[in-house]
């Protein structure tokens, strides 16, 4: 199982950086960072391609993010935990550690999900694959 996660914060909830990053120093380890944009044209196709959605419901959550500049980061778990949870409605392996991080961060931002984390090595997979693909050179340190 993977140690590494991606997590994003949304344009929206960029404000709460600071407090968000000792947040998630005092637990993990980032090992890169970077701020990445979307042009705003296409902005709502690539919210549809992340999440595997339809552009109408890509639209609400391009409402709720923004269309701004993001924060993605690559973290480490030192000591993953893992435990099967129900996401709706479907039983789902996650590393608990950044699933409880993840809840924790949307607290902080105002609920909602302003907030996006890697629950385990599929979605890990999926998330690294799409920033590979928009960002060129995108590598994960041991």
């Not at 600071?18 to 998630?24: A, R, T, W």
């Not at 705003?40 to 339809?54: C, E, K, P, S």
């Not at 996401?87 to 550690?97: A, E, G, M, P």
Request: aromatic share 14%.
């Amino acid at each position: 199982m993977t140690k590494n996660y991606i997590l994003i914060i949304w344009g929206s909830a960029k404000k709460y950086t600071n407090d968000i990053e000792k947040k998630i120093n005092k637990r993990f380890q980032i090992y890169k960072s970077f701020n990445l944009g979307w042009s705003q044209d296409l902005f709502n196709n690539n919210l549809a391609r992340f999440y595997y959605q339809n552009r109408i419901n890509a639209k609400l959550k391009e409402v709720e993010c923004s269309k701004s500049n993001f924060l993605v980061y690559v973290i480490h778990d030192n000591n993953p935990k893992f435990k099967t949870i129900t996401l709706r409605s479907i039983k789902t392996l996650v590393n608990i550690n950044i699933f409880n991080l993840k809840q924790e961060l949307r607290n902080l931002t105002g609920g909602g999900h302003k907030i996006h984390a890697s629950n385990n090595d599929e979605e890990f997979k999926k998330d690294y694959q799409k920033y590979k693909e928009r960002k060129g050179q995108f590598k994960v340190y041991k």
